[in-house]
């Protein structure tokens, strides 16, 4: 009798649950399919640019950032933006909020002094009186300086104008300009006659007078 080969089969067997099984294919059914990125981008096909892109901003953010956006434009009057729409009431709500002293409306700026009580509307591109921008920094650093006045013979104080404009490049044949002056006690401007009489007299004599070969001439006069 001869040694007789045995052969055995294995079997596996797993058990699974329906149910289970049924969760599994549905997991890995709403797995998202990798998108490869392309080898180069297709910008006429938003689809393909957004899935490759990446997410969007969230809805917070392009709020924020179109605020800012808006308020970069509106107080740098990119375009002239602002002076256009400042313009639309002719200028009304800018000169109530004063909003025309940075940013020029229908091609004016406004001088606003508050110390000294006065404004005034000067064209856009006229230019600030540097000399006296620069002696205006001297005064205010003298007076916040700690140090001992000095013994040198002091400036004699000047009558100046407190503000002053002009066309860029002039030698000042062009302003417009705003003295501020003490008055004697108990002066008042009747004294002068009316508004147009007493701007006649101040042009006849302060401004333009005999002999100066100098010429004004009054547009108009009011009190208030």
Known sequence: SGNAAASRTLCKVRATDPQQQEQQQQQQSDVAPVQPAPSKLNLAD??????????????????????????????????????????????????????????????????LDVENGYEFQYPARWLADQTLLYRAAQRGEAARSLDPPSLARQRRDVVEPSAA????????????????????????????????????????????????????????????
């Open 46 to 111: 938003p689809a393909i640019t957004i899935v490759w892109g990446g997410r969007l901003p969230s809805s917070r953010r392009l709020t924020v950032g179109g605020l800012a956006a808006l308020g970069i434009t509106l107080g740098g009057n990119l375009g002239g933006v602002s002076s256009w729409l400042l313009g639309l009431d002719g200028g009304q709500l800018a000169a109530q909020l004063h909003a025309d002293v940075l940013i020029p409306v229908l091609g004016y700026k406004r001088c």
């Open 165 to 224: 404009f002009g066309p860029a490049g002039s030698t000042g044949e062009e302003n417009i300009s705003v003295i501020v002056a003490p008055i004697f006690q108990g002066f008042q401007l009747q004294s002068l006659g009316a508004a147009d009489a007493a701007g006649r007299y101040f042009l006849d004599n302060i401004v333009a007078p005999a002999g100066s070969d100098k010429t004004a001439t009054l547009l108009a006069a009011q009190e208030r």
